[in-house]
């Protein structure tokens, strides 16, 4: 019976004192956190004598660390460094108190001792180092990992920890040094090492530190390819594409290469708009000949380009002509399967739009739907291309059951949402405002957000300018210059635009017209003007469904063809300041970040 008492007895101590302690534990946490260190100190240096866990002893030092209680601090840790020797992060504390104290060399002293008495143990060193890290010891972390290379005699250990420092730190000129010395023989960091040097690179200096450690590098290791894309990278964030298709170019007779980065970096330098760039890119995959495994993509690829050049601003007959047989001369080779389908498609654009042989162009798409193993996805898009061709020969209701054919098939889709639109502008384009307008207002709830806004500016456009008879008849007008801009007649519609005040003075469709010209002038290559009509809107209708548009489509023309990347960022922060509801609002966001120089694909 005694034994029993006895074991209850202590039990029950045991459970009380364990109470206690969990009492003590909650208690000086909240002090901590109430930064009521004085108090935490108290309660936590009684926790690490019972316990001698470190975590309250991180806690207890920092404590001391924020009261100043140097001396006191000195003590424990010195008594703490006989008791057990092996445990350095007790030296790097005491380290840190000479160091608050003023005492910076005998700080780095003890630093150093620690480090250089290290054993040959991986994990040792990476203690230590995340014991200086948690002092706020960044550079000692550093010299303890580099330590550690030297003595295990690899240069590729502690890459990951050695890197997220220095994107800690912001050391620019050491995480490039270190990305280059990764990148070797972990290339699918790439992508990684981009994004990373996106974010803290700052401005045009930063970019020219990486391009000249990696030009040294590529120049004692000529066959790493991967150090090539990251210039080829470098050089394409700079938007200097001539000297991105330079080192490809030199990088492929080099190595003796079959153009294959070549050819996937041309895809970056066409979304980019760098047209000319991307050509001679394609011109030099072919001298490779035809029976390079890339030729025949290279050669689709190439009139591609060519056909976004032609159509990117003012263009040539002759030259619309000339881009039309290539096209012809493809498909005669190739067939019409695959990316001749996309072929038949753009030549049918030319055909329409730039040589105005609307017979033609129906022609060939209509050949285009009997092309052998067609998607359901393909048709959709040659049926919708057909219709608005048939807008263009007159024949409006053709064109809507072209439409609705695909709105059918794929109802509540991209494509069927797509085709309602544009089944929606054919009303607007013919006067019968009031059928467009419902039309506009079922999509406004679509999934695509571009569709979305679309409809949702085509309803607002129509409901704001049908208060009066005047108003009305001037959208009609507006319609008429719409439908001609779509026929690709950017003139007749510039001058139908400027007959809308002349006809109807005092129409509430001042901002809408300078829109349609800004676009005009935008296609047309006429920038100067189409910054005039962008700034207008700007200034002087900040209620208008078009100022957020304005906005970034002139940030746009700042950052990639004004060179003005200071007025782009101020245009991006207004829009994401006054138009947080926008659909340019995200991407806003992403190009003022990256002017900034702190984006990152984030």
């Known amino acids: 019976m005694k034994k029993l008492v006895l074991i209850i007895f202590f039990s029950f101590s045991f459970l ?65 460094i006989k008791q057990y020797p092996q445990k350095s992060q ?82 620019k000129q050491m995480l490039i040094q270190e990305y280059i010395n990764v990148l070797a023989s972990t290339p699918q960091l ?17 970019y020219q530190l990486l391009q000249n450690a990696l030009l040294k590098k590529i ?10 894309e990251l210039l080829t990278w470098q050089y394409i964030q700079q938007q200097q594409y001539e000297m991105a298709l330079r080192q490809l170019i030199a990088q492929d007779k080099r190595t003796k290469g079959d153009g294959n980065l070549l050819f996937s970096t041309a895809y970056t330098f066409v979304s980019n ?45 002759v030259a619309i002509q000339a ?43 209509e050949s285009a739907l009997q092309t052998s193993g067609i998607s359901q996805s393909d048709v959709a898009q040659i049926k919708m291309d057909l219709g608005d061709i048939y807008v263009l020969t007159k024949q409006p209701w053709e064109a809507i059951l072209a439409y609705e054919q695909v709105s059918k098939q794929f109802d509540n889709q991209p494509l069927g949402n797509e085709a309602k639109f544009r089944s929606a502008r054919i009303f607007f384009y013919v006067g019968d405002f009031n059928y467009a307008k419902s039309q506009a207002d079922v999509l406004k709830a679509s999934t695509s957000q571009l569709i979305a806004n679309d409809a949702l ?35 007749q519609s510039l001058i139908k635009l400027d007959s809308i005040n002349i006809a109807y003075s005092n129409n509430s469709l001042a901002d809408d017209i300078l829109m349609a010209k800004a676009k005009i002038f935008i296609k047309t290559s006429d920038i100067s003007k189409a910054e005039t009509m962008l700034k207008e809107i700007i200034a002087n209708h900040h209620d208008s469904i078009w100022t957020d548009d304005a906005l970034f489509i002139l940030g746009d023309l700042y950052d990639k063809k004004l060179n003005n990347q200071e007025e782009a960022k101020k245009l ?31």
């Open 572 to 602: 991006f922060q207004q829009l994401m300041n006054d138009y947080p509801g926008s659909m340019f609002n995200a991407e806003a966001r992403k190009r003022f970040r990256n002017i900034r120089g702190d984006n990152v694909g984030t």
């Open 273 to 317: 708009k760098a047209y000319t760039t991307a050509i001679k890119a394609y011109e030099y995959i072919l001298t490779k000949g035809d029976e390079n495994e890339l030729y025949l993509a290279a050669k689709v690829a190439l009139i591609n380009a060519k056909y976004e050049l032609a159509i990117s601003g003012k263009y040539e007959k």
């Open 16 to 80: 009380l004192l364990s109470a206690q302690d969990n009492m003590d534990e909650a208690l000086a946490y909240q002090y901590y956190q109430q930064g009521e260190f004085e108090k935490a100190a108290v309660l936590l240096e009684k926790l690490f004598n019972k316990t001698k866990n470190d975590s309250y002893f991180d806690l207890y030092f920092s404590s001391l660390i924020k009261v100043k209680k140097y001396t006191e601090a000195e003590t424990i840790l010195k008594k703490l």
């Open 190 to 206: 790439l992508p990684q090492a981009q994004g990373v040097l996106a974010s803290v690179f700052e401005d045009n200096a930063d």
């Open 219 to 228: 120049q004692k290791d000529p066959q790493t390819e991967v150090y090539t």
């Open 90 to 171: 007790y030296a790097i504390a005491l380290g840190r108190v000479y160091q608050e104290n003023g005492r910076t060399a005998d700080a780095n002293k003890i630093f150093q001792e620690a480090i250089n008495n290290t054993p040959k143990d991986e994990n040792k060193f990476r203690e230590m180092a995340n014991a200086f890290y948690r002092f706020e010891a960044y550079d000692m972390a550093i010299s303890a990992f580099l330590q550690g290379r030297k003595i295990f005699g690899d240069e590729q250990m502690f890459q990951f920890e050695l890197l997220s420092i220095y994107r800690f730190k912001k050391d």
């Open 323 to 365: 881009l039309a047989d290539e096209y012809l001369e493809v498909l005669a080779k190739y067939g019409r399967s695959g990316q001749g389908l996309v072929a038949l498609r753009k030549l049918a654009n030319l055909q329409a739009y730039y040589l105005n042989d609307l017979k033609k162009a129906e022609l060939t798409l």
């Open 457 to 491: 500016n085509l309803s607002l456009l129509i409901n704001d300018n049908l208060q009066s008879t005047n108003d009305s008849l001037a959208l009609k007008m507006y319609a008429d210059a719409e439908m001609l801009q779509f026929m690709n007649k950017p003139d």
